[in-house]
C-alpha cells in the first residue's frame, strides 16, 4: 500500500494512507456510476468495498428505509476493521448549502495504520434534476468531524481523484460529469 500523508486536523495531524485515499476514490466513482441514470425518487444502495490481502470485495446494503440501510453498513464495515485491511463505505446524503440542501456523495474511508476513518465528501446533481447527472466541484475531506481546508487537503484530494480516474467505467465520463458550483 502507498505511504501515508497528513493533513492539518486543528492542531493535530490526521495519517491517511495514499491507498485507502486512492480505495476512497474507487468507491466514489462507483458510487457516482450507480446513481449516475438513477430515476427521480430513487436512492443509492449503500455499499462497500472491503480490501483484504489485495483483493476487493463489494458489498451492498439492502434495507426498507435508506437510513435503515446506512445504520447497517456502517456497523458492518466497522466490524471489518479487525478482519481487513481496508474497507470505504459510500452512501447518498443531503449537506446544508446555504438556504437550502445539497445532494452529496459520502465516503467514509478506514485502512491498518489509521486512528479512526476520515470522509471524502462529494456534491453531485442527480439525473432527474435539470440538465442531467452531474459533479459539482471538487470533493472534500472531513477528518475528526471537521472541513480540511483546501491548501492541507490538496495532496489527498489528489489521491482520492487517482483513484477516481483508476475506476474502468467512470474514468472516462468523471470529466463529462463535473460542473461549476
Keep these: 500500500?502507498?505511504?501515508?500523508?497528513?493533513?492539518?486536523?486543528?492542531?493535530?495531524?490526521?495519517?491517511?494512507?495514499?491507498?485507502?485515499?486512492?480505495?476512497?476514490?474507487?468507491?466514489?466513482?462507483?458510487?457516482?456510476?450507480?446513481?449516475?441514470?438513477?430515476?427521480?425518487?430513487?436512492?443509492?444502495?449503500?455499499?462497500?468495498?472491503?480490501?483484504?490481502?489485495?483483493?476487493?470485495?463489494?458489498?451492498?446494503?439492502?434495507?426498507?428505509?435508506?437510513?435503515?440501510?446506512?445504520?447497517?453498513g456502517k456497523a458492518e464495515v466497522a466490524s471489518l476493521s479487525a478482519t481487513v485491511d481496508a474497507w470505504a463505505f459510500a452512501r447518498e446524503g443531503l449537506m446544508p448549502d446555504g438556504d437550502s440542501k445539497a445532494d452529496v456523495l459520502s465516503v467514509d474511508v478506514w485502512a491498518r495504520g489509521m486512528d479512526t476513518p476520515v470522509t471524502i465528501v462529494q456534491r453531485f446533481v442527480p439525473n432527474a434534476s435539470e440538465g442531467g447527472f452531474r459533479i459539482v466541484g471538487e470533493p472534500i475531506l472531513v477528518a475528526g468531524g471537521v472541513v480540511q481546508p483546501d491548501a492541507a487537503s490538496r495532496s489527498a484530494i489528489d489521491a482520492v481523484l487517482r483513484g477516481v480516474q483508476s475506476h474502468p467505467k467512470v474514468a472516462p465520463l468523471w470529466s463529462s460529469w463535473k460542473s461549476q458550483p
Design 1 to 72: 500500500m502507498p505511504g501515508p500523508l497528513g493533513c492539518a486536523k486543528r492542531s493535530n495531524i490526521v495519517v491517511i494512507s495514499e491507498g485507502a485515499l486512492l480505495l476512497a476514490g474507487f468507491v466514489l466513482a462507483h458510487s457516482a456510476w450507480s446513481i449516475s441514470d438513477l430515476p427521480a425518487g430513487d436512492f443509492l444502495v449503500p455499499l462497500a468495498i472491503v480490501e483484504s490481502n489485495g483483493e476487493r470485495k463489494l458489498l451492498r446494503f439492502e434495507a426498507d428505509t435508506q437510513e435503515q440501510a446506512i445504520t447497517r
